[in-house]
């Protein structure tokens, strides 16, 4: 890319929670900017207050934090060049559209939503590129006067040039749009509010942005912000490099939408998935560090990127993928970190109040579940077992333990537990192995498993004996002599 002092932009109109494909263009700009030293800017496009509003605004910049993502200059940051909410900076393209209209690059239009419909009815019979046909574009005084007179509040467009628009994008390579597909666009609403062309050209120039990575669907303004720019007076090699990212495919090929509740980064919050294991595999879609990893550090991340190894073909999202990343990131944590992170789902399925004796077993019972588990959502059902006030036996595996194959497996471990006078995970094994393996001659399978059901009321636990260990030898007595009195 350019030999410029880089500085990028994120910049989403957060009319909902962050989604994959939000994430992912933050991230490209993030690790971007790190690479080559260069300012992560990131800017809150909030001038559709219909839709925008301060919970999405706040939750936008509470899930940057959460993955890492931080900026350098943007809200609750500062910076040089603020502010950093587009509903704070109206003055300013209002400034820009009048300039706009003082030098004819802009005109007022009063063509009615009727009136522009018909056009474009009539543009799609005759099979010709719909838009707007120029109507207003030379009004005379009288005809604006008229206008005026029957109350018709007029928006500003654009005027586009005839010929064409030629950028070089560094992911597509150059790119042209023919200008009669690109007609005069408005600039600024009938009640004055700025329409995104105007607002995101005119802010990326002011901010001093140099590169814009952002994704595909946006590729087709270009030509309108190259045409704000040109009225601006600014200069060609002042302008943004554009890097126009791929589309994240779903896995049935149709593009992933904000509207599918499962793409916002919220959800994957909620169910477990730790923030470097989304970044890492969101930087996999459309990108490759040039070898067949699947597992790289934020750092390595920074190390690595750069757009020319962005591909041009669309990426395609796969949920087993993003698992088994985050599994291995869970089974790299240590045990600190893992329980940091487990805690809350922990205390969120009431499964511990957060004492000082709850967190500590809980961090004995940690290094049990974390080869086990692929999402941190799945460790209160594994860790229960340990804090259930009143201890029952799942109902879908009582039957398990009621016949008298396994009655009389539960009794010949009572027995042995009983005696026991050393209480840990190894003599718990050695003792019922040799009573119920060797001396009983019964499978492990057969004999673990009924003793699992009633020592944790499941057939789905952590390893067994350990589990044993840290629950105690009072209460597995107990629970065997309730599983034997059922």
């Known amino acids: 890319?350019?030999?410029?002092?880089?500085?990028?932009?994120?910049?989403?109109?957060?009319?909902?929670?962050?989604?994959?494909?939000?994430?992912?263009?933050?991230?490209?700009?993030?690790?971007?900017a790190r690479h080559t030293g260069g300012t992560f800017l990131f800017r809150i496009e909030d001038t559709d207050t219909t839709r925008v509003t301060d919970e999405y605004i706040n939750a936008a910049i509470?899930?940057?934090?959460?993955?890492?993502?931080?900026?350098?200059?943007?809200?609750?940051?500062?910076?040089?060049?603020?502010?950093?909410?587009?509903?704070?900076?109206?003055?300013?393209?209002?400034?820009?559209?009048?300039?706009?209209?003082?030098?004819?690059?802009?005109?007022?239009?009063?063509?009615?939503?009727?009136?522009?419909?018909?056009?474009?009815?009539?543009?799609?019979?005759?099979?010709?590129a719909p838009g707007y046909n120029g109507h207003c574009r030379e009004l005379t005084a009288d005809q604006i006067a008229a206008f005026k007179a029957q109350g018709r509040e007029g928006v500003v467009r654009m005027r586009m040039p005839e010929g064409s628009t030629t950028f070089v994008d560094e992911i597509r390579g150059e790119v042209t749009f023919d200008h009669k597909f690109v007609p005069d666009f408005v600039l600024v609403r009938a009640d004055g509010s700025?329409?995104?062309?105007?607002?995101?050209?005119?802010?990326d120039i002011l901010m001093g942005v140099t590169h814009v990575l952002r994704g595909e669907d946006l590729l087709s303004s270009t030509p309108r912000q190259i045409r704000v720019y040109q009225a601006m007076g600014v200069a060609l090699e002042d302008y943004p490099v554009f890097a126009h990212l791929p589309f994240v495919m779903g896995q049935d090929n149709a593009k992933l939408s904000k509207r599918n509740g499962e793409v916002s980064i919220a959800w994957y919050r909620e169910q477990g998935?730790?923030?470097?294991?989304?970044?890492?595999?969101?930087?996999?879609?459309?990108?490759?560090?040039?070898?067949?990893?699947?597992?790289?550090?934020?750092?390595?991340?920074?190390?690595?990127?750069?757009?020319?190894?962005?591909?041009?073909?669309?990426?395609?999202?796969?949920?087993?993928?993003?698992?088994?990343?985050?599994?291995?990131?869970?089974?790299?944590?240590?045990?600190?970190?893992?329980a940091q992170w487990t805690i809350p789902f922990l205390k969120k399925a009431a499964i511990i109040e957060g004492t000082d004796a709850e967190i500590a077993l809980v961090k004995q019972a940690l290094p049990l579940i974390q080869e086990r588990i692929v999402k941190l959502d799945e460790a209160p059902q594994l860790l229960k077992l340990l804090f259930v006030k009143e201890f029952a036996i799942d109902s879908e595996v009582?039957?398990?333990?009621?016949?008298?194959?396994?009655?009389?497996?539960?009794?010949?471990?009572?027995?042995?537990?009983?005696?026991?006078?050393?209480?840990?995970?190894?003599?718990?094994?050695?003792?019922?192995?040799?009573?119920?393996?060797?001396?009983?001659?019964?499978?492990?399978?057969?004999?673990?498993?009924?003793?699992?059901?009633?020592?944790?009321?499941?057939?789905?636990?952590?390893?067994?004996?350990e589990s044993m260990e840290l629950l105690g030898k009072q209460a597995c007595l107990a629970r065997i002599s309730l599983a034997l009195s059922l």
């Open 1 to 32: 890319m350019s030999a410029k002092k880089v500085k990028v932009r994120f910049a989403p109109s957060p009319t909902g929670d962050l989604h994959v494909g939000n994430i992912r263009t933050a991230l490209f700009d993030w690790a971007y």
């Open 62 to 128: 509470d899930t940057l934090k959460w993955l890492g993502l931080q900026w350098d200059e943007g809200p609750e940051v500062g910076g040089p060049n603020g502010p950093y909410l587009q509903s704070q900076r109206l003055d300013i393209y209002a400034q820009w559209a009048q300039k706009f209209l003082d030098q004819k690059d802009a005109y007022y239009c009063y063509c009615s939503p009727d009136e522009l419909e018909a056009v474009r009815e009539e543009q799609r019979k005759a099979n010709v």
């Open 194 to 203: 700025p329409l995104y062309t105007l607002a995101v050209a005119v802010d």
């Open 273 to 338: 998935y730790l923030p470097e294991a989304i970044c890492n595999y969101l930087a996999l879609l459309g990108w490759s560090p040039g070898d067949d990893r699947e597992n790289i550090s934020m750092k390595e991340l920074t190390e690595l990127f750069t757009v020319e190894k962005v591909h041009s073909s669309p990426a395609r999202f796969d949920m087993k993928k993003l698992e088994a990343i985050n599994g291995d990131k869970i089974r790299a944590l240590s045990v600190e970190d893992f």
């Open 398 to 465: 009582v039957s398990k333990v009621n016949d008298e194959g396994a009655k009389s497996i539960l009794k010949r471990a009572q027995s042995e537990l009983e005696e026991l006078s050393t209480w840990n995970h190894e003599s718990i094994e050695a003792a019922l192995r040799a009573s119920l393996i060797e001396e009983m001659g019964l499978k492990p399978r057969i004999a673990f498993t009924a003793l699992r059901i009633a020592t944790t009321g499941s057939t789905i636990s952590p390893p067994l004996f």
